[in-house]
């Protein structure tokens, strides 16, 4: 259970309740007793009767009337206590289940781009649903059970041992068997349950994947291939579940066959004990009756362990993730607000998981309120530029500073509330048009939204759905076009009031005309902004104030588009074929 130790410090936050539950489950144990010990009294007490011809047959009913209604009130209390001690602990695993997954939730946002590059987004989906929810079964029904057999085990075991030490060493005789075999199948177990949690992740990835590209599937016709892909999943799955159910069947039957056993010594041995006179009957009938309350402890007993040993492999898939390290550290912090002035030194990055460089010796200072292109080729390191920009990597070499400060010296929640990033593939939630690009602005109104769909040259588009603002979205924002798409997403960014604003190539599916427009209005809004466009577009970036040309990573040409145009190379090369395309 090494894996499960994590779980400690949630177990230390709620340990009132869990103290108050096991308390509980103790004094619900202590009332259950009652009735064994009181049946016993009173087959005692009628063996005595009969033996004795003469005694008074109102005593005896007397003591059989008080008896069973003492077991009526006993057993009422047990039963309250037990529905208390359900409120409790189930109710603690709950609590437990809604921190774990906001701890995971919270640090999946904290990891890096490389992270989400390198896992699949099914897996990382499972582990925060499938594999919390087994850990629940642990810290919930497994933890109460647990208390709840081990407290019955001690009561009832010591009580046995005070009234028939030699009929109580007997009864034992099948827990080492007992012990021996939980521990052989639950090693099992472990081994099996990670296997089957692992096959699920990797179906959740590829339904994931499946549904995200289905219209790709559907254009290729390849929904037979696609089934036929997701059936083998499903049929390993069906495998190795099957393999583990196989192994947890033997629990219940053992426990049962133990169990009978303790019963037949039970009723050898302590039939041999009344007849030699060792014992009253009452014993005897008590002790039948106390075996046959350990029998659901004990068949739980396998239950339990099946629950812990996938909790247990569960646990030790989420403590992989847990212990993965953001490679971004956040800085000391700054604060001050953020004017915008950006300088980058020598700066390189090479991607570690390609060996690429993507970016080589940039230096290059962007004033506060200016504004940047950027050109270039299909990876020339474009959107790295803006990457390095945002915190989202950090330089293999070199330094990148805003407003004389190094970028690293910045918390990351101080750089990215002063800019917005508007991405070349645009993100839309699978919320309303409003809520959309309220995300800029949380608490932004209707007019502040309005105003930023009309910059972004959207707000007809939108008024003229059904519902308007209202329109709920498809995921990834499928609803609307490509260029309705990037626009709903230049107005997120607008919205936000950004004094640095990136912009992705992010007016490639826009025509030439909406384009115009749309950076007019940009040079409105962000006046006194520092702004860097990156477009494949001539037209895109001729306004600016700045125009850099990327190759291989490395500033090849930069000046102004007068200065460019009439200088050779790239930029005058693509302007000539941009303008004879038109």
Not at 17 to 45: D, V, W, Y
Not at 366 to 374: E, N, Q
């Amino acid at each position: 259970m090494k894996e499960l130790q994590y779980l400690n410090k949630y177990f230390l936050k709620y340990r009132t309740k869990l103290l108050l539950g096991f308390l509980i489950t103790i004094i619900a144990r202590i009332f259950s007793l009652f009735a064994p010990r009181l049946i016993g009294n009173s087959l005692t007490a009628v063996e005595k009767y009969l033996q004795s011809p003469g005694g008074e047959s109102e005593v005896i009913k007397k003591v059989l009337l008080i008896n069973i209604l003492i077991i009526i009130g006993a057993t009422l209390i047990s039963g309250f206590l037990t529905f208390l001690m359900r409120q409790t602990i189930i109710n603690v695993s709950r609590f437990i289940e809604f921190d774990l997954k906001n701890e995971i939730f919270w640090h999946y946002q904290r990891l890096t781009q490389r992270f989400y590059k390198n896992n699949r987004t099914g897996d990382l989906m499972n582990r925060i649903s499938e594999d919390v929810g087994k850990v629940r079964m642990y810290v919930g029904p497994a933890f109460m059970y647990s208390v709840n057999t081990i407290s019955l085990f001690i009561i009832v075991i010591s009580y046995m041992i005070s009234i028939a030490p030699e009929l109580t060493l007997y009864t034992m005789l099948p827990l080492p068997i007992l012990s021996v075999t939980i521990y052989k199948l639950s090693r099992i177990i472990n081994t099996k349950s990670t296997l089957v949690q692992e096959i699920l992740s990797k179906m959740s990835s590829f339904a994931q994947e499946t549904f995200s590209g289905i219209s790709v599937i559907k254009s290729y016709n390849l929904q037979h291939k696609m089934n036929e892909n997701f059936s083998d999943l499903a049929y390993d799955s069906f495998e190795k579940n099957m393999s583990l159910v196989k192994v947890q069947a033997w629990f219940f039957p053992l426990m049962i066959l133990l169990i009978g056993c303790s019963n037949l010594i039970v009723i050898y041995v302590g039939g041999n004990q009344y007849i030699n006179g060792k014992i009253e009957i009452g014993v005897l009938a008590e002790f039948i009756i106390y075996v046959n309350m350990l029998t659901w402890p004990v068949a739980v007993v396998g239950w339990i362990t099946s629950i812990v040993q996938q909790a247990e492999a569960s646990q030790k898939r989420i403590n992989v993730f847990l212990k993965e390290k953001p490679e971004i550290d956040d800085g000391p912090g700054i604060n001050k607000p953020i004017n915008g002035n950006i300088k980058f030194k020598n700066v390189s990055l090479v991607y570690p998981e390609t060996n690429i460089t993507a970016l080589r010796n940039i230096s290059l200072e962007i004033p506060s309120g200016t504004t940047l292109g950027v050109i270039g080729n299909i990876g020339s390191g474009k959107t790295t530029f803006l990457d390095l920009i945002s915190r989202l990597y950090d330089p293999s070499e070199g330094s990148i500073e805003i407003d004389r400060f190094n970028l690293k010296d910045y918390r990351i929640e101080e750089i990215r509330s002063s800019l917005a990033y508007v991405p070349q593939n645009s993100f839309l939630f699978s919320e309303s048009i409003e809520d959309n690009i309220r995300f800029g602005s949380i608490n932004a109104n209707k007019e502040e939204i309005q105003k930023a769909t009309k910059h972004a040259k959207v707000h007809d588009n939108i008024i003229g759905f059904k519902e308007g603002y209202k329109t709920l979205l498809g995921e990834r924002g499928v609803t609307l076009s490509g260029g309705q798409i990037q626009r709903v997403s230049i107005a997120r960014g607008l919205i936000k009031k950004p004094n640095i604003l990136l912009l992705d190539d992010c007016l490639s599916a826009v025509d030439t005309d909406t384009e115009e427009e749309i950076l007019k209005h940009l040079k409105t809004a962000t006046k006194n902004k520092t702004t860097i466009i990156v477009s494949h577009r001539i037209s895109s970036v001729r306004h600016a104030d700045l125009i850099i040309i990327l190759e291989n990573g490395q500033i090849v040409q930069k000046g102004r588009h007068i200065d460019l145009i009439n200088a050779k190379g790239y930029y005058k090369e693509l302007s000539k074929k941009q303008h004879s395309d038109i």
